[in-house]
């Protein structure tokens, strides 16, 4: 199939080939979905990323955190889905930038991933995203359960911990 996935040329083919492979546990899938992150049809990079969720490969942390910055709400999405996994706080930190974004696009993914993933600041992304102007950002994210009580004490628990907090001098180019 690696082979196949070399030789084809067709785009939408491409795109389901790849996004398929998360399916397979084969240590070789990740390496072969690495150069599938610089393809120029976004929807192939979108699958690639996500078929990358079901693996474990951090080697391709800083490609994931250029790919955060993405326009397109699809590669940003699935970015932050697999960033989440090795650095939960900068992936919190760019959900709350898609939440608070004018771009309904990108309201609509970082709904989306508050679902997924549930991160630590849900409840405050939440009321964020129930007060959009927009109202299939409003419905999706009434359709959200709020965060249970467990969800609460660990939220508060990774605050007193200072885990992975943000340095500004050091995450400055990740906080634009």
């Known amino acids: 199939m690696l082979k196949f996935l070399a030789e084809e040329k067709d785009e939408y083919r491409l795109s389901f080939l790849v996004r398929r492979l998360g399916r397979f546990k084969d240590k070789r899938i990740p390496e072969a979905l690495v150069p ?9 990079v979108a699958n690639a990323l996500d078929a990358f969720a079901e693996f474990d490969y951090p080697m391709i942390q800083s490609r994931l955190l250029d790919l955060a910055m993405s326009s397109d709400n699809r590669i940003r999405a699935n970015a932050i889905k697999v960033l989440y996994r090795y650095s939960p706080s900068i992936s919190e930190h760019h959900i709350a930038e898609m939440i608070k974004s004018k771009n309904i696009a990108l309201q609509d993914s970082g709904v989306f991933l508050l679902n997924c993933l549930r991160p630590s600041n849900l409840g405050q992304l ?3 995203a129930c007060n959009s102007s927009y109202s299939s950002v409003r419905l999706k994210a009434i359709q959200i359960k709020p965060p249970s009580e467990a969800e609460k004490q660990n939220s508060e628990m990774l605050l007193k911990e200072d885990v992975e907090k943000i340095d500004p001098k050091r995450d400055a180019v990740f906080l634009i």
């Open 126 to 128: 939440l009321e964020i």
């Open 36 to 44: 599938f992150l610089d393809h120029a049809d976004s929807r192939v």
